[in-house]
């Protein structure tokens, strides 16, 4: 089956832009969270949606950064005033509920955000 | 919350030998723990992944054990191939959110 999508995959924008991200889950995956990385880095974790939780937001690096889950679906990433740090590629990834048998966490391809 | 510490960061090996990468928790209720490996440029794939009602899993040639009571997990990759040369990042979940290790760049010479 179809996998997890992020558009656009590729973004350039300059410095002070908004910019907004997408992630398509894979189908019925309740869980979802969004990932940066820096050239060369590790995953740095930004938030987490579950269900109809409240979204666990303690990674998000500044009030720039916010994002929104529709429906238990589709996710948006959104930066505003965009800073030539916030370049770094974004990643999404879904998994279906924790505590569940399966639970593996697959990634999306990543969104390459650039800011002039 | 979860904390994974991963170590080490970096691991040079010759081909032919064997790769350990070791991880630690903290949280006693996380009870699933995966291994992903990224390729230069590529996405996290996950490789390999354990549970806690088992101490060990092998699939071919790598192997991962668990250790609950001094929560700690390794991954283990025997006869290494220059392919095998990525980062790696273990994971740990209990009914929360998946939490990452660092990552180990593991670099694999012929």
């Known amino acids: 089956g179809a996998g997890v999508s992020q558009s656009p995959s590729n973004k350039v924008t300059e410095k002070g832009k908004d910019v907004e991200l997408r992630c398509d889950p894979i189908?019925?995956?309740?869980?979802l969270y969004w990932y940066r990385q820096s050239l060369g880095q590790g995953l740095e974790f930004l938030i987490y949606?579950?269900?109809?939780?409240?979204?666990?937001k303690s990674g998000l690096p500044s009030d720039r950064f916010s994002a929104e889950r529709t429906g238990g679906s589709v996710s948006t990433l959104t930066i505003q005033r965009t800073q030539q740090e916030d370049s770094a590629v974004y990643l999404c990834?879904?998994?279906?509920?924790?505590?569940?048998?399966?639970?593996?966490?697959?990634f999306g391809p990543g969104t390459r955000l650039t800011v002039t | 919350g979860e904390n994974v510490e991963q170590h080490p960061s970096t691991l040079s090996v010759q081909e032919g030998d064997s790769a350990v990468i070791k991880c630690t928790y903290s949280?006693?209720?996380?009870?699933?723990f995966p291994w992903y490996k990224q390729e230069l440029g590529k996405r996290p794939q996950l490789i390999i992944d354990i549970r806690s009602n088992v101490g060990e899993k092998k699939d071919q040639r790598i192997a991962v054990t668990l250790n609950k009571t001094a929560k700690h997990f390794s991954l283990h990759i025997t006869e290494t191939q220059p392919e095998d040369s990525a980062v790696y990042f273990c994971a740990a979940r209990g009914f929360q959110k998946l939490v990452f290790g660092t990552g180990t760049r593991l670099l694999v010479s012929p």
């Open positions: 949606f579950q269900g109809n939780s409240a979204p666990d």
């Open positions: 990834a879904s998994s279906p509920s924790p505590g569940t048998s399966g639970g593996e966490q697959y």
């Open positions: 949280d006693s209720a996380s009870n699933y």
């Open positions: 189908s019925g995956h309740t869980a």
